[in-house]
């Protein structure tokens, strides 16, 4: 996570999942709060990023990693983190462009650079908006779905993890040595509330 830097005061991990990036975030954070759809032992709070449960301007720090295409209406999330962020607060936020489908437990929208943007550009600076996972990291995100998916109902074992995490390791590396900027896995923006 090399945005950490952003991260200060209160933070909220927006579809926080497992919360796999609490120790992370905690370490930058004065307060954690993992939110999400469902419950389980490591979420906070439960409820809809639609129509979350805090007041207005609660959060110093918003951060949400790969849950906008989840969203049926992905406009009115945005809203709901501006409306919880305080001013001059930070937005954190990635989500997929060239990504294989994966409904979690739905699957709406991709995203551009310019449409990541066009999301944010009325409440919020942009501070940063950039593609990341490039032409490697896209062959990888297809591989890992159509052999290894964790929505599939039969795993591969041990094996296939060691294997997946070497393969991720050589992709990231040999991005290094493509000049593109239109085949990319994923886009992330940095926005902060006027």
Same mark, same amino acid.
């Given at each position: 996570m090399h945005l950490k830097h952003?991260?200060?005061?209160?933070?909220?991990?927006?579809? &926080?999942g497992s !919360?796999?990036?609490?120790?992370?975030?905690?370490?930058? !954070?004065?307060?954690? #709060?993992?939110?999400d759809s469902t419950p389980g032992g490591k979420i906070d709070v439960v409820g809809d990023v639609l129509k979350m449960p805090f007041e207005d301007e609660s959060f110093d720090t918003v951060i949400s990693s790969q849950v906008l295409e989840h969203v049926k209406r992905p406009w009115v999330m #945005? !809203?709901?983190i501006s409306r919880i962020l305080k001013t001059d607060g930070v937005c954190l936020l990635t989500a997929p462009f060239? &990504?294989?489908?994966? !409904?979690?437990?739905?699957?709406?929208f991709r995203y551009t650079q310019e449409g990541m943007k066009s999301l944010f550009q009325d409440d919020f600076e942009i501070v940063e908006c950039q593609p990341y996972g490039k032409t490697f990291m896209v062959f990888f995100e297809y591989v890992k779905q159509v052999y290894f998916s964790p929505y599939k109902k039969t795993r591969r074992g041990l094996w296939?993890?060691?294997?997946?995490?070497?393969?991720?390791?050589v992709c990231f590396y040999l991005d290094d040595f493509v000049r593109n900027d239109q085949v990319y896995a994923n886009v992330y923006i940095v926005a902060r509330k006027k």
């Open positions: 952003y991260i200060k005061g209160r933070t909220i991990d927006m579809g &926080a !919360a796999k990036y609490r120790s992370i975030i905690k370490g930058h !954070a004065s307060e954690y #709060v993992a939110f #945005v !809203a709901e060239m &990504a294989p489908y994966h !409904a979690d437990p739905e699957d709406y296939s993890e060691r294997f997946l995490r070497y393969l991720e390791k």
